[in-house]
């Protein structure tokens, strides 16, 4: 799949306006210079839409969950390429757990991926900012909150566990959907999980900058859940 570099194409109101929420939460930093925030710069005719952005990645799953990864852009000569600068077409907002690593599960490489990663896959004031950053300012189509079988943040979150340090700020990010996934039929700790997901999305969207983007067709906020057992990746919400 051809991917050019993403360009943003808003009027100069919506930049201002991205940029009074974007400096809220500090995603505009020295570096992002004046002529980005003003620039009208229509987009590549080939440019890659939020839904095929979203296919791509269920593509590179589906290749990694039945052992035929392409491993693309893995070499040298892309190392190079990205090293001049990054244009992502996804982003993902995921869980710190070691059995997940997005490039490999979605079977993308250099270049491709925008991710956070944070235990229970939460979105902090600091994750928000990040992907705000990859959407609006490298142009991700997509943002995909992934939560997993067996979260050990969820998991604990559920059981009360009290723990040392900053973790338990971890778990209180977590407990309000614990406490909505209760009375759901089924597995106690997958309710859970997936709730969390929901909830992480709602987070994001609640984002000037982001629902912004969502309403210019620019962007789309999935959620999805990874089984560890199979490497499959399903669609919540």
Same mark, same amino acid.
Do not use: W
């Given at each position: 799949?051809?991917?050019?570099?993403?360009?943003?194409?808003?009027?100069?109101?919506?930049?201002?306006?991205?940029?009074?929420?974007?400096? =809220?939460? =500090?995603?505009?930093?020295?570096?992002?210079?004046?002529?980005?925030?003003?620039?009208?710069?229509?987009?590549?005719?080939?440019?890659?839409?939020?839904?095929?952005?979203?296919?791509?990645?269920?593509?590179?799953?589906?290749?990694?969950?039945?052992?035929?990864?392409?491993?693309?852009?893995?070499?040298?000569?892309?190392?190079?390429?990205?090293?001049?600068?990054?244009? &992502?077409?996804?982003?993902? !907002? @995921?869980?710190?757990?070691?059995?997940?690593?997005?490039?490999?599960?979605?079977?993308? %490489?250099?270049?491709?991926?925008?991710?956070?990663?944070?235990?229970?896959?939460?979105?902090?004031?600091?994750?928000?900012?990040? !992907?705000?950053?990859?959407?609006?300012?490298?142009?991700?189509?997509?943002?995909?909150?992934?939560?997993?079988?067996?979260?050990?943040?969820?998991?604990?979150?559920?059981?009360? $566990?009290?723990?040392?340090?900053?973790?338990?700020?971890?778990?209180?990010?977590?407990?309000?959907?614990?406490?909505? @996934?209760?009375?759901?039929?089924?597995?106690?700790?997958?309710? $859970?999980?997936?709730?969390?997901?929901?909830?992480?999305?709602?987070? !994001?969207?609640?984002? &000037?900058? !982001?629902?912004?983007?969502?309403?210019?067709?620019?962007?789309?906020?999935?959620?999805?859940?990874?089984?560890?057992?199979?490497?499959?990746? @399903?669609?919540? %919400?």
């Amino acid at each position: 799949m051809s991917r050019q570099h993403p360009q943003i194409n808003l009027s100069r109101r919506s930049l201002f306006k991205f940029s009074a929420g974007a400096i =809220g939460t =500090g995603v505009l930093t020295a570096g992002l210079s004046s002529n980005l925030l003003a620039a009208e710069i229509a987009p590549a005719e080939d440019e890659i839409t939020p839904d095929k952005a979203l296919q791509e990645l269920l593509d590179g799953n589906e290749r990694f969950a039945q052992r035929k990864r392409r491993n693309p852009h893995q070499t040298y000569s892309r190392l190079a390429e990205v090293a001049k600068g990054q244009k &992502p077409f996804a982003s993902i !907002l @995921s869980c710190a757990d070691s059995r997940v690593p997005s490039e490999i599960v979605f079977d993308q %490489g250099l270049g491709d991926l925008f991710v956070c990663r944070v235990a229970g896959n939460i979105a902090t004031r600091e994750e928000i900012g990040s !992907l705000e950053f990859g959407s609006l300012v490298l142009g991700s189509k997509v943002i995909m909150v992934v939560g997993h079988e067996r979260c050990g943040a969820v998991d604990a979150a559920i059981k009360g $566990a009290e723990v040392p340090g900053q973790i338990g700020s971890l778990l209180e990010a977590i407990k309000p959907s614990v406490e909505s @996934s209760k009375g759901k039929s089924g597995d106690k700790l997958e309710n $859970a999980c997936k709730t969390n997901v929901l909830a992480q999305i709602k987070k !994001l969207k609640s984002s &000037p900058v !982001l629902s912004e983007l969502i309403k210019a067709e620019k962007l789309k906020i999935v959620g999805a859940y990874y089984d560890l057992d199979t490497g499959k990746i @399903s669609i919540v %919400g």
